[in-house]
């Protein structure tokens, strides 16, 4: 009976969407009524309310959808959706302050001479806008008001011109700040948090290990990685339509013709592009820059943006007028002027010290303030001139609204949908298919390319991906990133567009075309664009660096960057070193012999073993990496013998268990049974019949599992233990080595402090009984700080600070901090007389040695990657490694 629920509620949810019932009402109506309808007919003839649930009941799925939404959008750290109604904002303010228009004029100009110049220009100017407003329907009308026009009167051919408006229109789908980008990466937080539950149970099942590794984890999405991973991709598909313009007018220059233009390229003609290309190129930098760069959040690059755009709309609403430019050119003032007094200071307001520090906050409060001037001019110039900011803001908190609203009404039809087992009915048939997960996938993207006739992207985003995204991330042969699989779904969406009968840019251009263009004309235009879609999607499926590599590069730089050590990063951080000591080993063991020769005698007897135990380690380093590169080939060697028979087998093992699983619902219903009477041990006995069967089935389903199979997984398991066994020798030694090399190091590099704060002492001690107790004090301190800085000074730091206590603590003991002073200078001696001469004879050698080790066997122990290892680690990450002969 719950597929029958679930079949109505599919078909309520259709109904709805199709006869053009609001989408924000027709989601929680339809899992609104699907519920109650099941909860009334279980009264009815099951005498119970949950009699038709997958599990739950009707009160706990119709509060589920509100409950998950409260929760996942009401804590503070899942702020995602607060960049939503900034980002509308700034496109909304950019579209009514007609930047589109003088774009378009320009970019025409400027590319027109060349074969298609007018079709590139719309296409380069719809990626300009894409990254700036954002909005389809603004887009598309602006570009078909202005461009479509001058194309036809030019001799364009009417689908060419049509698709390619239409088409350059949607781009802002896909190019950040997008907020199909922003709703994707709320979605598939959750998800991937599913997923990586999903595949610990997997773990699980197929190891009996009760934790799984945490390489193996599902690592979640933000929005801005994928804004990041939607960069590369959007250029892509940019290219891709210029391409096919580029190529199409050469081949039928009748179809795209050049334009010549008839006026002068000289300083004015250059001025003017300036003017219309600068403002909006210099938005996108400070937006997605600083996103990219890791200076703001996707929310505060929303808000820059928001400020920004009301910067634009100040000058722009007053455009031809002498004081047009005056709010921008306060702004652009107030910001250098910032990053002046910012360059000079450290401008700290909870630690305002010195007269510098507050002449300094009071030059970036004079700045400030100046932005805000700029930003409040503009605003009322916004609001005086036509009304243009509660237009602005009228139209954002609709949009906003709905967004919202949308959201709300998918969770609880997703917790409908879960309710009446659509989920696992999903899962089920996904996981069945053979093919494994590039079949699942491709019917995944088949069936939303599908849904994009019929559905907007919003429906669809918030709709299917809760459904599908948790089923393929958790895949561990594929083990594809959220933020790869976000940008899939959102190249694939970005056609609902432009397919037929409800692409909304369509309908957009539709309205603004002239009566000489007819509708087939333009579904005959975009066909070729839909097609390009799908290249572009393709291109990005077959190389996923595309999208994972900016994302990794970014996290591997950023100031929160995980350290090298993490769990995650060791076998590309190993690849990295094995490749590094493969092309650098001579120079690195010939570094180590140099450090062997010098006399260690010069060292206390701890710390010269300390020094050999780390040459022994790092000499060692090379032959455990072979070792490692022995293991691992036994291993990849054994593996195409050995994937067939495990896919076979966990196929088995899977198959059973859902056997499992409808065994045991069916004796949870057994055990509920009531009654003595013949109706209740009828029931009794059909379950019983059927429990019976399923048990034989089950039984059948493992006997197929192939002979030796345990002998045959225990060897390849085997080889994989010795594999792992392998590298943690080779991270123990490389450890080892970097660290007992570098603390000897540390420790003689340290002979120089150590003369310089002999120095300060003895002028200290000289002076104690001249100076005021406190003076005297600070002066320790400093010395103390100093030695401080210096490794392995212990027996040093004790008596300075009891020296610095005496004076400073209580009545002031001069005696007391003399005699501790002198105790501190005799340690000082004792340190400096052995430090310095080893430092003369060891450091250069140590050092040298340390420096040429550090990036590479001792890369574990740096708190940070470098640049040039987090690039190679990152273009390593940025690719998805098979995982599944671990399950």
Same mark, same amino acid.
């Given at each position: 009976?719950?597929?029958?629920?679930l079949?109505?509620?599919?078909?309520?949810?259709? @109904?709805?969407?199709?006869?053009?019932?609001?989408?924000a009402?027709?989601?929680?109506?339809?899992?609104?009524?699907?519920?109650?309808?099941?909860? +009334?007919? #279980?009264y009815?003839f099951?005498?119970?309310?949950?009699?038709y649930?997958?599990?739950?009941?009707?009160?706990?799925?119709?509060?589920?959808?509100?409950?998950?939404? $409260?929760?996942?959008?009401?804590?503070?750290?899942?702020?995602?959706?607060?960049?939503?109604?900034?980002?509308?904002?700034?496109?909304?303010?950019?579209?009514?302050?007609?930047?589109?228009e003088?774009?378009l004029?320009?970019?025409?100009?400027?590319?027109?001479?060349?074969?298609?110049?007018?079709?590139? %220009?719309?296409?380069?100017v719809?990626?300009?806008?894409?990254?700036?407003?954002?909005? *389809? #329907?603004a887009?598309?009308?602006?570009?078909?008001?202005?461009?479509?026009?001058a194309m036809?009167?030019?001799?364009?051919?009417?689908?060419?011109?049509?698709?390619?408006?239409?088409?350059s229109?949607?781009?802002g789908q896909?190019?950040?700040p997008?907020?199909?980008? /922003?709703?994707l990466?709320?979605?598939?937080?959750?998800a991937?948090?599913?997923?990586?539950?999903?595949?610990?149970?997997?773990?699980?099942?197929?190891?009996?290990e009760?934790?799984?590794?945490?390489?193996?984890?599902?690592?979640? @999405?933000s929005?801005?990685?994928?804004?990041?991973g939607?960069f590369?991709?959007?250029?892509?598909?940019?290219?891709?339509?210029?391409?096919?313009?580029?190529?199409?007018?050469? +081949?039928n220059?009748?179809?795209?013709?050049?334009?010549?233009?008839?006026?002068?390229?000289?300083?004015?003609?250059?001025?003017?592009?300036?003017i219309?290309?600068?403002p909006?190129?210099?938005?996108?930098?400070? *937006?997605?820059g =600083?996103?990219?760069?890791?200076?703001?959040?996707?929310n505060?690059?929303?808000? /820059?943006?928001a400020?920004?755009?009301?910067?634009?709309a100040?000058?722009?609403?007053k455009?031809?007028?002498?004081?047009?430019?005056?709010p921008?050119?306060?702004?652009?003032?107030s910001?250098?002027a910032?990053?002046?007094?910012?360059s000079?200071f450290?401008?700290n307001v909870?630690?305002?010290?010195? *007269?510098?520090d507050v002449? #300094?906050?009071a030059?970036?409060?004079?700045a400030?303030?100046?932005l !805000?001037?700029a930003l409040?001019?503009?605003?009322?110039?916004?609001?005086?001139?036509?009304?243009?900011?509660y237009?602005?803001?009228?139209?954002t908190?609709?949009?906003?609204?709905l967004?919202?609203i949308?959201?709300?009404g998918?969770?609880?039809l997703?917790?409908?949908?879960?309710?009446?087992?659509?989920?696992e009915?999903?899962?089920?048939?996904?996981?069945g298919?053979p093919?494994?997960?590039?079949?699942?996938?491709v019917?995944?993207?088949?069936?939303?390319?599908?849904?994009?006739?019929?559905?907007?992207f919003?429906?669809i985003?918030?709709?299917?991906?809760? /459904? !599908?995204?948790?089923?393929?991330?958790?895949?561990?042969?594929?083990?594809?990133?959220? *933020?790869?699989f976000g940008?899939?779904?959102?190249?694939?969406?970005?056609?609902?567009?432009?397919?037929?009968?409800?692409?909304?840019?369509?309908?957009?251009?539709?309205?603004?075309?002239?009566?000489?263009?007819?509708?087939?004309?333009?579904?005959?235009?975009?066909?070729?664009?839909?097609?390009?879609q799908l290249v572009?999607?393709?291109?990005?499926?077959?190389?996923?660096?595309?999208?994972?590599?900016l994302?990794?590069?970014m996290?591997?730089?950023?100031?929160?960057?995980?350290?090298p050590?993490?769990p995650?990063?060791?076998?590309?951080?190993?690849?990295?070193?094995?490749?590094?000591?493969?092309s650098?080993?001579?120079?690195?063991?010939r570094?180590?012999?140099?450090?062997?020769a010098?006399?260690l005698?010069?060292l206390?007897?701890?710390?010269?073993?300390r020094?050999?135990?780390?040459?022994?380690?790092?000499?060692?380093?090379f032959?455990?990496?072979e070792?490692? $590169?022995?293991?691992h080939?036994?291993?990849e060697?054994?593996?195409?013998?050995?994937?067939p028979?495990?896919?076979?087998?966990?196929? /088995?093992?899977?198959?059973?268990?859902?056997?499992?699983v409808?065994? =045991?619902?069916?004796?949870?219903?057994?055990?509920r049974?009531?009654?003595?009477?013949?109706?209740?041990?009828?029931?009794?006995?059909?379950?019983?019949?059927? +429990?019976?069967?399923?048990?034989?089935?089950?039984?059948?389903?493992l006997?197929?599992?192939?002979?030796?199979?345990?002998?045959?997984?225990?060897?390849f398991?085997g080889l994989?233990?010795?594999?792992?066994?392998?590298?943690n020798?080779?991270?123990?030694?490389?450890?080892?080595?970097y660290?007992?090399?570098?603390?000897?190091?540390?420790?003689?590099? %340290?002979a120089?402090?150590?003369?310089?704060? $002999?120095?300060?002492?003895?002028?200290?001690?000289?002076?104690?009984?001249?100076?005021?107790?406190q003076?005297?004090?600070?002066?320790?301190?400093?010395?103390?700080?100093?030695?401080?800085?210096?490794a392995?000074?212990?027996?040093i730091?004790?008596?300075? =600070?009891?020296?610095r206590?005496a004076?400073?603590?209580g009545e002031?003991?001069?005696?007391?901090?003399?005699?501790?002073?002198?105790?501190?200078?005799?340690?000082?001696?004792?340190?400096?007389?052995?430090?310095?001469?080893?430092?003369?004879?060891?450091l250069?050698a140590?050092?040298?040695?340390e420096?040429? +080790?550090r990036?590479?066997?001792?890369?574990?122990q740096?708190?940070?990657?470098? $640049?040039e290892q987090?690039?190679? !680690?990152?273009?390593?990450?940025?690719?998805?490694?098979?995982?599944?002969? =671990?399950?």
């Amino acid at each position: 009976m719950e597929l029958l629920f679930l079949l109505i509620l599919i078909l309520l949810m259709a @109904t709805a969407l199709g006869s053009g019932y609001p989408v924000a009402f027709a989601l929680p109506g339809s899992a609104i009524v699907a519920v109650l309808l099941a909860a +009334i007919c #279980g009264y009815l003839f099951a005498g119970n309310v949950d009699a038709y649930f997958a599990h739950g009941g009707p009160g706990q799925w119709l509060s589920a959808g509100v409950t998950n939404l $409260r929760g996942i959008y009401w804590e503070p750290e899942r702020d995602t959706l607060i960049a939503i109604p900034l980002f509308i904002f700034m496109g909304i303010m950019l579209q009514r302050s007609k930047i589109a228009e003088d774009l378009l004029i320009a970019m025409a100009q400027l590319f027109g001479p060349i074969p298609g110049g007018l079709g590139i %220009s719309v296409v380069f100017v719809g990626a300009l806008l894409a990254a700036t407003t954002g909005i *389809v #329907g603004a887009t598309v009308v602006a570009m078909g008001l202005i461009s479509l026009p001058a194309m036809l009167r030019n001799g364009y051919s009417k689908p060419l011109a049509t698709g390619t408006i239409a088409a350059s229109g949607t781009l802002g789908q896909i190019i950040p700040p997008s907020i199909v980008l /922003i709703i994707l990466a709320d979605q598939l937080g959750s998800a991937a948090d599913q997923a990586g539950a999903s595949r610990s149970a997997l773990y699980k099942q197929a190891t009996g290990e009760l934790t799984m590794p945490s390489a193996f984890n599902v690592a979640p @999405t933000s929005a801005g990685e994928m804004f990041l991973g939607a960069f590369v991709p959007g250029l892509v598909l940019v290219g891709l339509y210029m391409l096919f313009i580029l190529v199409r007018a050469l +081949i039928n220059p009748k179809a795209a013709p050049s334009v010549p233009y008839e006026g002068k390229y000289n300083a004015a003609f250059a001025g003017r592009v300036f003017i219309a290309l600068i403002p909006p190129l210099a938005l996108i930098l400070i *937006v997605l820059g =600083s996103i990219i760069a890791g200076i703001a959040t996707v929310n505060q690059a929303g808000a /820059i943006g928001a400020a920004g755009a009301l910067i634009m709309a100040g000058y722009k609403l007053k455009d031809g007028a002498r004081s047009a430019f005056y709010p921008a050119i306060l702004a652009i003032a107030s910001l250098v002027a910032m990053a002046l007094v910012r360059s000079q200071f450290e401008i700290n307001v909870r630690s305002v010290d010195t *007269v510098e520090d507050v002449l #300094g906050l009071a030059l970036m409060s004079t700045a400030l303030l100046g932005l !805000v001037a700029a930003l409040v001019w503009s605003a009322w110039r916004a609001l005086r001139i036509g009304d243009t900011l509660y237009g602005v803001m009228v139209e954002t908190a609709k949009t906003t609204s709905l967004v919202f609203i949308i959201l709300l009404g998918a969770a609880m039809l997703t917790a409908a949908f879960r309710a009446f087992g659509g989920e696992e009915l999903v899962r089920e048939f996904l996981t069945g298919l053979p093919g494994g997960f590039w079949t699942q996938f491709v019917i995944v993207m088949a069936v939303i390319f599908i849904l994009g006739f019929f559905l907007d992207f919003i429906e669809i985003a918030v709709v299917v991906v809760p /459904i !599908v995204a948790p089923i393929l991330l958790a895949d561990p042969q594929a083990n594809v990133t959220a *933020v790869w699989f976000g940008v899939m779904v959102g190249l694939n969406i970005q056609t609902s567009f432009l397919t037929p009968p409800f692409g909304f840019a369509l309908f957009y251009l539709r309205g603004v075309a002239p009566a000489i263009v007819r509708t087939l004309d333009i579904y005959k235009g975009v066909v070729a664009f839909i097609v390009l879609q799908l290249v572009a999607l393709a291109i990005v499926g077959m190389t996923p660096p595309l999208v994972n590599y900016l994302p990794a590069r970014m996290s591997l730089q950023a100031e929160t960057a995980p350290p090298p050590r993490n769990p995650g990063l060791q076998f590309c951080v190993e690849r990295y070193v094995f490749d590094t000591l493969a092309s650098e080993g001579d120079g690195i063991r010939r570094a180590i012999e140099q450090a062997r020769a010098r006399d260690l005698s010069l060292l206390p007897e701890a710390l010269a073993r300390r020094a050999g135990q780390g040459f022994e380690a790092a000499a060692q380093v090379f032959d455990l990496v072979e070792q490692v $590169r022995l293991a691992h080939a036994t291993v990849e060697a054994a593996t195409p013998a050995y994937r067939p028979v495990h896919s076979r087998v966990r196929s /088995i093992e899977r198959d059973a268990r859902k056997v499992e699983v409808e065994i =045991s619902e069916l004796q949870t219903r057994l055990d509920r049974v009531r009654g003595d009477d013949a109706e209740a041990e009828e029931r009794r006995q059909r379950l019983r019949v059927r +429990i019976e069967a399923l048990t034989t089935e089950h039984d059948q389903r493992l006997a197929r599992i192939p002979d030796g199979w345990d002998e045959i997984h225990d060897t390849f398991a085997g080889l994989q233990k010795a594999e792992d066994t392998a590298r943690n020798s080779y991270r123990r030694a490389a450890d080892s080595a970097y660290g007992d090399i570098a603390a000897v190091s540390a420790v003689l590099a %340290s002979a120089d402090g150590l003369v310089e704060a $002999r120095g300060a002492l003895q002028a200290v001690t000289g002076e104690l009984d001249r100076l005021e107790p406190q003076e005297a004090a600070d002066r320790i301190g400093e010395i103390e700080a100093l030695v401080n800085a210096l490794a392995d000074t212990g027996d040093i730091r004790s008596p300075l =600070s009891a020296a610095r206590r005496a004076l400073s603590e209580g009545e002031p003991d001069r005696a007391e901090a003399a005699a501790r002073l002198v105790e501190a200078r005799q340690a000082l001696d004792a340190e400096a007389a052995w430090r310095v001469p080893a430092a003369a004879e060891l450091l250069p050698a140590m050092s040298g040695l340390e420096e040429a +080790i550090r990036n590479n066997i001792g890369l574990r122990q740096q708190p940070r990657f470098p $640049r040039e290892q987090a690039l190679a !680690v990152a273009g390593c990450v940025a690719h998805h490694r098979d995982i599944s002969l =671990s399950f």
